[in-house]
């Protein structure tokens, strides 16, 4: 078996949670690990790594790389120039499969935006559908729905077979109504957005029910680190698999997922699938509330203080804040197409950033500066790299920083500066035991992350 | 005439705008210039100002006199030593100024928490009652009530004599009910807060009702810059004026105000008093709307991003979100509470100190470091001064700083830093036509805003 794991993102439902260069699935949402490092666990089970490819886009590529690399080495990572839904991503993804791969060798592909907590009953839901799958069925998986939930889409269960059922029909997100009709007729799963076939089950399916997709991805070229180089990459169609293949198939099956199933498609989700307190609150940080119910309360950082309210999701990350009602949690891609009309940074990057050695914070900009927070965790190194058109000035506040100036050496303690000027090949480092935090001054007229020339990294991105 | 300005506050009901150290009266809530600074124009057209009081507390007598300065000299600033209400600061400035005045005096007292746009309607209304205050009355101003306002205290006016009435009796807040049958009976007044009367007047009514406060108030030492000096006055009593005196005595009369009036009292009546939108919204700042209605939402800095929502108050500073519903804008009082339980350093200053040389704000903190961005205006100078505790890294972002530092001059552009060491004697002055901006690190163990010993202050702090 090989599995394919859909890691790109639009970062739009969880807004300001998610962003657009770090998105949902790359966030601790459950637990200790990020979505895709669950996802990636999870499959781990079945799949090895070496045989496990995470398809995403450039813009996220590293930090996908990264939170795999921090599970174990060898599993593949493509990323496509640009997002373009899932039917270019599976597409581009059995292209390169193919090349290693039988006609009979069996596919599982799966999202990585679902919390999922009984992997033994998982695992067995996979295994049972082999049979399906060997059988030359494209199989889905279906979830018993516990409530009617208006969000997700449903499949009706035709007859049994085999291990499963035939596929009956597809319904998109219902409204309430026909959400309790379909609980209550006992036939409608929930669409777990997960189905595996035999990859020559795929690609007929595929070829014949959207060839302008499947063609094109045909002989891609993969560059180093997989990059995708596809001319035409952009002129695909933003269409999803399921509605361009899955929904007009009549080779299907529908086999049940055993497990606990939970999208976390929306900020509502997001409130589901976390324990409340006894008013049904989920209170996340520097929260102080009072008389407030049913609500999510999330602070990354600054107090939020609350009173009265019912009913309503309130998000506070260092740059924005978004509030909006519980039950309309849909809104929030409506939020994140003005602010798109009006370019907000806010959509991007959040304040504080990420990075193998640690991570940074921006705390102030303005004409002709830009002032930075960093933060390297001991043992670890920012790459050796000069800048064109900026100079920086680090202050140590805490631990001790070690930096490689043009060939010199520097041992710098807490409350010690040093100026690197533009052009100068510059390294900063932590050998020692305790973090290490610098504030760094940028000056220059341009002030961006991309003027950055590496000519060593520890972490291999140069 | 000589006026009294109650130009104390807590800081309380309109958190986290308002701070114990810049409370509400120091806020441009409307317009282009404080509560404080309002009141104070508007009463300079009936009393100048050397005549006029303004008692306040410690934490804020320097900001009050500089918002004073910035309008004219000359007027008077006392400063208690603790909060007491305002029985207690009524007494000590009437202590203060029979020093100066006849018996015959007639004085004016005036809380800063209003807002009054006709000035004209204000003046004759106040100038029309001194007949009734020279005929030995203490007199109460009233507003007609436009609406059953349950936030408001009520004045049931009796007969009509001179050119007021007598008060038949005092309501404190009503619910709503009571409200509107006060706005129907057509003889109900919203009480203003305002009064006047003789020097002898008043003093005679406070000695006979609350001669525990009065009495303790006689004989105050006034020290340097009018600091109350009165060793008992932490043990007085925290009560209002109103309370002590007032609704106790029988020699009052109720004369109407005649001018628009609005007690910006709490949120709510902040809404209130501003211009709304097609859907009955406040917008401040840096916020994006869809579907909300008759809301408030005030950004200092970071982007709000809100959907349908309805009835919110929803307010951002650097350090502090506060949300609650809007007809239940009394409850920040018990957010407040649950905070001071907590100190909770979010109730005492912002992140952003307004001084008279220009402002700084708090970036980040952490143990044994403290990093700023001081901001001095074109021809200002901090004063000239040095810390025992804590050494200073200065970096320039923008303009030229003038530094002085033991007895050297250093100019220094932007890009350029300089260290100041502990003990070190030190001035930062701006004597150029735009803003400096320097990043400012602080180290040291003890990092307090008290550590500074000032030599010499163009601004009189020494």
Redesign the interface.
């Given at each position: 078996m090989k599995a394919i794991i859909l890691a790109g993102g639009s970062g739009t439902r969880l807004w300001?949670l998610s962003r657009k260069q770090y998105p949902k699935q790359l966030l601790k949402i459950e637990g200790d690990t990020s979505l895709l490092q669950s996802t990636f666990e999870r499959i781990l089970n079945l799949v090895s790594a070496e045989n496990i490819i995470s398809i995403t886009n450039t813009e996220q590529a590293g930090d996908v790389k990264l939170q795999l690399q921090n599970i174990t080495s060898g599993s593949i990572v493509l990323s496509e120039q640009i997002s373009k839904n899932t039917a270019p991503a599976i597409a581009a993804s059995l292209n390169y499969l193919e090349k290693t791969s039988g006609n009979d060798e069996i596919i599982l592909i799966v999202p990585c935006d679902h919390v999922i907590k009984n992997t033994a009953a998982f695992v067995d839901s996979i295994n049972s559908a082999i049979e399906l799958a060997n059988a030359g069925y494209l199989v889905t998986f279906g979830v018993k729905p516990s409530y009617p939930e208006t969000g997700y889409g449903y499949i009706q269960a035709g007859e049994k077979f085999n291990n499963g059922y035939k596929v009956k029909q597809f319904r998109e997100k219902p409204d309430e109504n026909l959400a309790a009709e379909f609980v209550q007729k006992n036939d409608f799963y929930w669409n777990s957005g997960i189905f595996m076939g035999k990859l020559s089950t795929i690609k007929s399916e595929f070829k014949k029910y959207a060839p302008e997709i499947f063609d094109k991805c045909q002989n891609l070229k993969f560059e180093n680190q997989n990059k995708i180089s596809f001319m035409d990459y952009e002129a695909l169609p933003d269409i999803s698999f399921d509605y361009a293949v899955l929904e007009k198939s009549d080779n299907l099956a529908l086999a049940e997922l055993k497990s606990d199933w939970i999208d976390v498609g929306s900020w509502q989700s997001l409130y589901n699938v976390n324990p409340k307190d006894e008013n049904g609150n989920v209170i996340t940080g520097n929260v102080?509330i009072?008389?407030v119910k049913n609500s999510y309360i999330y602070?990354s950082k600054?107090?939020?203080?609350?009173?009265?309210?019912e009913n309503?999701i309130?998000v506070?990350t260092?740059?924005?804040?978004?509030?909006?009602?519980k039950d309309?949690a849909q809104?929030?891609k409506?939020?994140h197409d003005?602010?798109k009309e009006?370019e907000?940074e806010?959509l991007e990057l959040h304040k504080t950033v990420y990075r193998p050695w640690g991570y940074y914070?921006c705390?102030?900009r303005?004409?002709?500066?830009q002032?930075k927070?960093i933060c390297v965790h001991p043992g670890q190194k920012l790459s050796i790299q000069s800048h064109n058109h900026r100079?920086e000035?680090w202050?140590v506040?805490?631990g001790t920083a070690f930096v490689v100036l043009d060939n010199e050496n520097h041992t710098i303690e807490?409350?010690g500066?040093i100026?690197i000027p533009v052009k100068a090949i510059h390294s900063l480092q932590n050998p020692y035991d305790t973090d290490l935090?610098v504030?760094e001054?940028q000056?220059g007229t341009i002030l961006l992350e991309s003027d950055i020339i590496r000519y060593q990294d520890m972490y291999n991105r140069v």
């Open positions: 300001p102080l009072n008389n602070s600054e107090l939020i203080a609350v009173s009265g309210l309503i309130l506070e260092e740059d924005a804040i978004m509030a909006c009602r309309h809104d929030v409506i939020l003005k602010l009006k907000s806010t914070t705390l102030n303005g004409e002709g500066y002032t927070m100079s000035h202050v506040l805490e807490a409350g500066s100026d935090k504030i001054v000056k």
